[in-house]
């Protein structure tokens, strides 16, 4: 299972990075018509982190709607401008994103910040994001072997090593801790995972 961020690469021109195939500056953007209005995504990639997403609906010089999809990873995070909501949104950029695909100005980088580890009943994916907009944080995902599908979603806002809210699925905190706490020091024992000086837990990058 890969684990992926996806960008708008434009119409413009891009500017790539020494091997050529990966951008690293912000792309010229992308227009897309959804219910008879025309939306923009910007994408912003920067060198060493991970970019975001913006979308958004101007009316003349005035931005009228706008939200941010902080990680690139396919979902709105925030709403910033306008009287939409969250599901709302998430329909328009949806529909910007497969209009992108269609026309082949839509790419998916696997993220490579992303340690993998296993127990009898669960597959676990840990993921550390290192934003452009706000701070470190940690996503771990708690697969069924079995079922093949996400049980739960948790994140850690700070990678400090607390958990502090569901993503998808629902539960004890408490419980997913146990489970997050022995992860953590699997993953420093195998070498996949640092503790930094700042007391920052993070997934170390493979390239």
């Known amino acids: 299972m890969c684990t992926f961020k996806w960008f708008i690469t434009g119409l413009a ?5 020494c091997a050529g195939t990966r951008p690293v500056q912000e792309s010229a953007g992308f227009n897309f018509d959804y219910q008879g209005h025309t939306y923009h995504i910007r994408s ?3 060198k060493s982190m991970v970019g975001y997403n913006l979308l958004f609906l101007r009316k003349g010089d005035s931005v009228v709607r706008s939200a941010i999809d902080k990680d690139q990873n396919g979902r709105i995070d925030e ?3 306008g009287d939409w909501t969250m599901d709302q949104a998430q329909a328009v950029y949806q529909a910007g994103l497969e209009a992108a695909r269609s026309r082949r100005v839509y790419y998916q980088i ?3 910040r992303v340690y993998r580890t296993v127990d009898g009943k669960n597959e676990y994916i840990l993921q550390t994001y290192s934003l452009a907009v706000g701070e470190i944080y940690n996503k771990l995902q708690v697969i069924n072997k079995w079922m093949r599908q996400n049980q739960v979603v948790v994140l850690d806002f700070d990678a ?3 958990l502090n809210a569901f993503e998808d699925g629902k539960g004890s905190l408490n419980q997913y801790q146990q489970t997050y706490e022995s992860i953590l020091e699997r993953g420093l024992r195998e070498g996949f995972i640092v503790k930094t000086s700042a007391g920052k ?3 170390a990058a493979r390239r």
């Open 110 to 112: 696997p993220l490579n």
């Open 79 to 81: 709403l910033t401008a």
């Open 44 to 46: 912003i990639i920067p």
């Open 201 to 203: 837990y993070e997934v």
């Open 13 to 17: 021109v891009i500017l790539m990075g």
């Open 160 to 162: 400090d090593g607390l």
